[in-house]
């Protein structure tokens, strides 16, 4: 793993039958490959020359999560390529050895104007 990262849930990120939406794990890979790229590859969303786009995403469902459960996010990058990055996100119950889901996207780097 690269990094490790622990977010708490809101009850807002419940759906209908009382899991965590769909959309919200989007957000929870968004929030640690950016963390990663803030943090170590000194990436500025706001004034670095080159921008990740988002080309491709996915997500493998294992478990229900749901509020208040506190998780803990798994980064690794799987392909590095000349100007993309594969990354792949394990999302944990916190305390848990193995994951509920997992997913990740690739980004494209490109010139930001």
Do not use: W
């Not at 759906?15 to 968004?30: A, E, K, R």
């Not at 491709?56 to 469902?61: D, G, L, M, N």
């Not at 998780?71 to 305390?95: C, I, N, P, Q, W």
Request: zero cysteines.
């Amino acid at each position: 793993m690269v990094l490790i990262l622990t977010m708490a849930m809101n009850r807002i990120d419940n759906d209908q039958y009382s899991h965590i939406n769909n959309s919200v794990y989007n957000h929870l890979f968004d929030s640690i490959v950016n963390t990663y790229l803030i943090k170590h590859a000194h990436l500025s969303p706001s004034t670095s020359l080159q921008i990740g786009l988002v080309v491709s995403s996915y997500a493998h469902f294992f478990s229900p999560l749901s509020f208040p459960a506190v998780l803990d996010l798994g980064l690794r990058v799987t392909k590095l390529g000349a100007s993309s990055v594969t990354y792949e996100v394990a999302v944990f119950k916190e305390g848990s050895d193995v994951p509920s889901v997992v997913g990740g996207y690739t980004h494209v780097f490109v010139d930001r104007h």
